[in-house]
Structures are given as structure tokens and as C-alpha cells.
């Protein structure tokens, strides 16, 4: 003996079904809500060294297949990163921990600079920014190991 369902409650089911369908589908394909900039220390998938100054610079170091890579960007007022600095473990070789700190590398128009301290840390200074500020993360290691962060007033 067969079930069969009589004629109207198949078409309330499916109406249902239909009705859950066109509730999901604008549910699910609504707009999705605009992306939030967010302190990087707050921010888990964002992997830069520095939270002072978030809004004028990123600094990262990353592992890599040959060992490790240092960037710094500025941020752009779009929000966009522009590349300043680059060095590969190797390069970072090159330059060992002396008696003195000593600049290891600096941009073009000087906003940013990368330091190898007597302690063997590396220091990159970012700055000034529009409201005269330099910001400083020292690190140790290369990806970071430790992470240090200043801030200062330019002349002051």
C-alpha cells in the first residue's frame, strides 16, 4: 500500500520549502557588512609587528623556505601598503651586531629606517607621521621572537 498525501498538503509543503528557500537565499546572500579597520594587535590575521602606529606603518618578518623576510610598508592614505624595505635573512647576515647601532637600510624619502642595535636586536624607526610622531619597534630574531614598541614627539 502506497502513502500518498493528499493534494493540498503537498502544495503546503512545498510552498513551505519554497518560502524557507527565498528566506534563506536573502539571508545568505545579503551584502556583507563593510570591513573594519582594526588595531593589528587586535586584528588576528593581521601578523604585523607593530601596534603603535598602525595608521602610518606595517612591519612584519615571516619565515620562509630559506630562512626569513623583513618588510616595512607605509599605509597609504587609501589604506593601501607601499614596500620601503626588504631583507632576506641573508642580507640581515651581512650586517652582525657591532659595538655601536649602525643603519642597516632606510627608504627613499627617509620616513623609514632599519637599525642593527650592539645588542644584535633590530630597531625600524617610522616617522615623522602627520602628527610629528616616530614610532620605534625593536625586535629580536628574525621572524621576532620578542617585540618591543615607543613612541616619541620629533623634537621634543
Request: aromatic content about 10%; hydrophobic content about 40%.
Amino acid at each position: 500500500m502506497s502513502a500518498r498525501l493528499p493534494f493540498s498538503r503537498l502544495m503546503m509543503a512545498l510552498l513551505a520549502l519554497v518560502l524557507y528557500a527565498a528566506a534563506f537565499s536573502a539571508f545568505a546572500l545579503a551584502a556583507p557588512a563593510p570591513a573594519q579597520a582594526c588595531n593589528p594587535c587586535e586584528c588576528e590575521n593581521d601578523r604585523r609587528h607593530n601596534c603603535m602606529g598602525g595608521h602610518f606603518y606595517a612591519f612584519y618578518t615571516k619565515g620562509t623556505p630559506t630562512g626569513c623576510l623583513l618588510e616595512v610598508y607605509s599605509i597609504e592614505p587609501n589604506g593601501k601598503g607601499r614596500r620601503h624595505i626588504r631583507l632576506t635573512e641573508r642580507d640581515l647576515a651581512r650586517f652582525p651586531a657591532k659595538e655601536q647601532n649602525y643603519l642597516i637600510a632606510a627608504s627613499r624619502d627617509k620616513r623609514f629606517a632599519l637599525y642593527r642595535l650592539s645588542s644584535g636586536e633590530l630597531q625600524v624607526n617610522a616617522g615623522p607621521d602627520a602628527e610629528n610622531k616616530v614610532y620605534v619597534t625593536i625586535i629580536r630574531g628574525c621572524p621576532a621572537t620578542e617585540v618591543r614598541e615607543e613612541v616619541f614627539v620629533s623634537g621634543k
